[in-house]
């Protein structure tokens, strides 16, 4: 006789816990072929305040750290996610429906972009600050400061490696975000919510919504209390993306706009990436005599 | 107040009798009550009514050693205009600051009709000597307070001396009297994390009625637990079975952990459940409470605007 299956019903991550939906939605989950593989959480709108308020609430701390400390924790995901490679491959494979060996390459891609933007955490500033000339008496120095709290639509297609291509640059340098997973391919980003709760990332740091972005891309777009939204996830659909830039200008969000298409998330990622989502401050300070 | 009620107060054994006749509370029963009734979804309209309604409904409140009266003076303006971008938004009951802050407060409030509450009897521990406490209070409505929050000797109440308790806040109340005849109102705090039972708060509640006062409130804000769900339904049974045994109507007041606009509304649905709609007044009802005010605020908005709103647009305090 064969063991019966585990049905899985898989919840939010907010705040560092795994709640259920607010609204006690879910929603089945099909693999590539179109067989059900799970039930994951339809997030609503109250799901996207509750992670406001908690990235917000984490966001003091995390932007505290030093860039060195936080370049060692996103490291920490790294190892952590590298510890789970085959769960990864296998969530790989049934979302986007590619052969292990490709599913494998791009798990390694996912680990590798964690490395490198963990190694850019202490060493960007330095590139995008520094000091600058001025005519007078003064030291003029700038430094890049994260903008806040960051709602990412996370891309459609790529579930892991675009995920983390997403997140990694926003956490990295000192913001806290909600991330709207892929709606037809969450599992990836469910599993990186377990990465990420075993993991030394403080809670609220990074909040994973699972469902359509239909629910919680509107609320995350107009929330005063949100400061930046990235709509890569809207790859491709101008007029959703125009609508939430729009519900964006209430508060004068940074917004990353919505590319045509889908990026090639394996090409290594530029610095534009992690500047993104940083404000430049200056300060004068005068020379003494 | 009827035959009955005076009687009960008429000497120490007869008070001690008539409390402790007093029903039992059933506690696992209190508690299940209020969580049921904290069930209630109050959505569109009626939470419009119940924001509005609670924003009218609080005192507040800044009773720290750190309190300057630029806080108070910014406080008191918070009071008069909530959310000073929307002329739609209703000021609230109260101000609650210290006796030494009265005037200050009052003095930004001028003739509108927003309460100056001061918080006195060497608030918040009641240790002090009755002279002391009285001073404390005659102090606060001099200054010119309108409602005196006192705190009742806990530590003579769990010892089982009523008589005391209730000699306090009979002089106390005296001493809210202003030179011209009128009176301060008089709210009397239990303290109801250190009462222990239930039991004690019915009590507590009875002795302060039979005494004058005309609120109960829950705690100061200093002891954890400060206002619980059932213990404020306990004080609403108290209020309601005293007006009913021909008593005067006594206002409730939880004071300390009610901080988001949720926790407002269950209580607003205890208090039309338990003690009925008479209560849902500020003139009996207040919430004391200082962050509950920004809550309410972002709940509202977000009802006006339907986008949620952030902390960064309301002040600090």
Redesign the interface.
């Known amino acids: 006789m064969s063991r019966i299956d585990v049905r899985k019903t898989h919840k939010l991550f907010i705040g560092g816990a795994f709640p259920r939906s607010e609204s006690g939605h879910s929603y089945p989950v099909h693999d590539a072929k179109g067989a059900f593989v799970a039930n994951a959480a339809l997030a609503s709108r109250k799901d996207a305040?509750d992670a406001?308020a908690a990235a917000?609430k984490a966001f003091g701390g995390w932007a505290g750290r030093t860039a060195y400390n936080r370049g060692q924790v996103v490291y920490r995901i790294a190892e952590v996610m590298e510890d789970r490679k085959p769960q990864f491959v296998d969530a790989v494979t049934m979302s986007e429906g590619v052969g292990k060996a490709v599913a494998g390459r791009t798990v390694d891609a996912a680990i590798d972009r964690l490395v490198w933007y963990a190694g850019w955490a202490d060493k960007y500033a330095q590139v995008v600050g520094g000091g600058n000339p001025v005519s007078g008496p003064f030291f003029n120095l700038s430094s890049p400061e994260p903008t806040g709290v960051v709602a990412v639509l996370a891309p459609q297609g790529s579930s892991l490696l675009g995920l983390v291509s997403v997140v990694a640059p926003v956490i990295v340098t000192g913001n806290t975000c909600v991330v709207a997973a892929s709606a037809d391919r969450p599992l990836p980003a469910v599993t990186v919510a377990e990465v990420l709760a075993t993991s030394d990332v403080p809670g609220g740091v990074v909040n994973i919504l699972t469902g359509s972005l239909d629910r919680t891309a509107p609320?995350l777009a107009?929330?005063?209390?949100?400061n930046a939204v990235d709509l890569v996830g809207l790859a491709g659909d101008p007029q959703t993306a125009a609508a939430l830039e729009e519900?964006a200008a209430?508060?004068l969000k940074r917004v990353r706009r919505a590319p045509a298409a889908e990026p090639d998330w394996t090409q290594e990622p530029g610095l534009d990436s992690l500047t993104a989502f940083t404000e430049t401050k200056t300060v004068w300070h005068p020379i003494g005599i | 107040m009827t035959a009955g009620l005076n009687d009960a107060a008429a000497s120490e054994s007869s008070l001690r009798q008539f409390l402790h006749g007093l029903p039992g509370v059933d506690q696992v029963g209190a508690d299940q009550r209020a969580a049921s009734l904290a069930t209630r979804s109050i959505k569109t309209s009626a939470k419009e009514f119940a924001i509005d309604l609670a924003i009218r409904m609080v005192d507040l409140t800044t009773l720290e050693g750190q309190d300057t009266a630029g806080k108070v003076r910014a406080l008191a303006s918070k009071a008069i205009h909530p959310d000073p971008a929307d002329p739609s938004c209703p000021s609230v009951a109260a101000v609650c600051v210290y006796p030494d802050m009265v005037a200050t407060a009052r003095e930004v409030l001028g003739d509108r009709p927003i309460n100056v509450a001061s918080v006195a009897t060497a608030f918040p521990s009641g240790r002090a000597a009755l002279d002391i406490k009285l001073a404390d209070t005659t102090d606060a409505v001099e200054a010119g307070a309108d409602e005196i929050d006192m705190v009742i000797d806990r530590g003579a109440f769990l010892t089982g001396r009523y008589q005391q308790v209730y000699d306090e806040i009979v002089a106390v109340k005296e001493a809210c009297r202003r030179a011209d005849g009128s009176r301060a109102h008089l709210k009397v705090i239990f303290e109801t994390g250190e009462l222990q039972t239930y039991d004690n708060v019915r009590r507590a509640s009875w002795l302060a009625m039979l005494a004058g006062a005309d609120f109960i409130k829950t705690s100061t804000g200093k002891v954890q637990p400060a206002a619980t769900l059932p213990v404020t339904m306990v004080m609403l049974e108290a209020v309601r079975d005293f007006r009913d045994a021909g008593g005067a109507m006594v206002g409730v007041k939880p004071a300390g952990g009610i901080r988001t606009t949720k926790d407002a509304i269950k209580y607003l649905v205890v208090v039309n459940e338990v003690a009925g709609p008479d209560w849902l007044d500020p003139d009996w009802f207040r919430f004391g409470a200082s962050t509950l005010l920004n809550d309410l605020l972002m709940q509202r908005t977000k009802l006006r605007t339907?986008?949620?709103?952030?902390?960064?647009?309301f002040t600090l305090d």
Request: hydrophobic fraction near 20%; aromatic fraction near 10%; charge should be neutral.
């Open positions: 305040r406001v917000r609320t107009s929330h005063m209390d949100v519900a209430d508060n | 339907g986008r949620y709103s952030g902390p960064d647009y």
